[in-house]
């Protein structure tokens, strides 16, 4: 395979892993922020492949049918005032959470579109495919002290595919969801409904339900250091007076946040808010954030913009802050580490990655369920027309 790692890093992993050579390497990855603060990698300016939308009964289709339209109040005008509780909880269709569909729509669309990719034949059989989240969650490991998070990963016709898992403390978190947490999920849906149109020019219509089935999703192509990456992810809206109207540079990531009052609330919100929204939105090269900030009564009453290539600025002179360099390095190292660990190309083995703040990333190895995520129609599809030996016709045929 490809060389991996830095030498700074292979040194790091010999000291984890004394000349371990057996076949289920018990190495580990270090997270520390101080490992990882070398030069900015190489980052592909991603480019779209394509896009697919899932519908209120979370069907997919292979389409943009569900993408919006960024439709701002009016600058002039007398400002917002977005009540995000109205139609709570009357007017929600959350999505069933314990629907766990792995990769499976990003594999639907890959599936349908395998043979018109880009990079050349063989692309596919060295990159690695994912969901844009998954990403974010490995860039903000260095600084991340709360939440952690097991990565299955499977190796098939060359191709690593990485997809979460939900930990179980994650599960014990999601079924134990406070009242008033699932409250502030609507909001943040809310403001979406109020912020875009389903035309370009049209107007907002808040009057509607917020389902949270519905989504739009891009398909990305990139490259982090020596890793091609394919990665989807869900888009807010187009801005349909961006500069450019090229995706993604046209797309507009929705956020809100609690109105700030002191110096030192904004502060915390630099170190820690506008690391996930900057890691979220630069992977797919989503250029903005626009942010809506709630005040006690849950009322959106002011916006903000942030440019996703401006967000470190807020904390480049922050001795606690985060570093962009550190979270795409860490990054490249786990894919390396990912790369050199699942060497067996076998849909149905399973390295599960795991990591809890404060510790190193651990591996272990599993067969079939309840971790392997490849589905069985995809695996049949895609083995059934591999351009490898042409099918010899039979006397009979
Ligand atoms: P994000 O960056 O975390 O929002 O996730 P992605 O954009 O990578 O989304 C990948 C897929 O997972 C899309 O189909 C989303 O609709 C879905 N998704 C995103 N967040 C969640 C979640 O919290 N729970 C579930 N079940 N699905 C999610
Ligand atoms: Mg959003």
Not at 243 to 259: D, F, G, I, M, N
Not at 299 to 323: A, I, Q, Y
Not at 352 to 376: I, K, N, Q
Request: hydrophobic share 30%; proline share 10%.
């Amino acid at each position: 395979m490809e060389p991996r790692g830095t030498k700074r890093r292979t040194e790091k992993l010999e000291v984890a892993e004394p000349r371990n050579k057996l076949a289920y390497s018990t190495s580990s990855l270090p997270t520390e922020p101080a490992l990882y603060s070398g030069p900015f990698p190489f980052y592909r300016r991603p480019s779209e492949l394509g896009c697919f939308s899932l519908d209120a009964q979370r069907q997919y289709h292979g389409d943009a049918r569900a993408l919006r339209y960024y439709s701002p109040p009016p600058t002039n005008g007398p400002g917002p005032e977005f009540d995000l509780r109205d139609g709570y909880p009357d007017r929600y269709l959350p999505r069933d959470e314990e629907v766990r569909e792995g990769l499976d729509h990003l594999l639907r669309w890959l599936l349908e579109h395998r043979g018109q990719l880009e990079g050349g034949p063989g692309w596919l059989a060295g990159a690695i495919v994912t969901w844009r989240g998954h990403l974010t969650k490995l860039l903000t490991t260095p600084y991340e002290r709360q939440e952690g998070w097991q990565l299955a990963a499977s190796r098939f016709q060359g191709t690593l595919y990485l997809s979460e898992v939900e930990t179980p403390a994650a599960r014990a978190q999601r079924l134990a969801r406070p009242p008033l947490l699932r409250e502030l999920m609507y909001m943040g849906y809310k403001f979406e409904q109020y912020m875009c149109a389903d035309k370009p020019g049209g107007s907002p219509d808040p009057s509607g339900e917020v389902n949270t089935n519905v989504a739009f999703c891009s398909v990305l192509r990139s490259r982090l250091g020596n890793h091609p990456l394919l990665f989807s992810g869900e888009v807010d809206c187009t801005d349909p007076q961006a500069p450019s109207t090229q995706p993604p540079t046209c797309y507009v990531e929705l956020k809100t946040s609690k109105e700030m009052y002191s110096p030192g609330q904004w502060r915390s919100f630099y170190r820690h808010k506008l690391l996930k929204w900057w890691a979220q939105s630069f992977l797919p090269g989503v250029p903005k954030v626009v942010a809506g900030f709630r005040n006690p009564e849950g009322f959106v009453c002011s916006l903000k913009t942030f440019p996703t290539m401006e967000m470190f600025e807020h904390v480049r002179n922050d001795r606690d802050g985060w570093n962009p360099s550190v979270c795409m390095n860490f990054c490249a190292a786990f894919l390396s580490f990912a790369q050199s660990t699942v060497v067996q190309d076998d849909s149905r083995l399973v390295h599960l990655f795991s990591w809890e703040p404060g510790s190193p990333v651990t591996v272990s190895v599993h067969r079939d369920a309840p971790y392997a995520f490849l589905p069985m129609w995809y695996v049949e599809a895609m083995t059934q027309d591999l351009p490898s030996v042409p099918k010899t016709p039979s006397p009979t045929e």
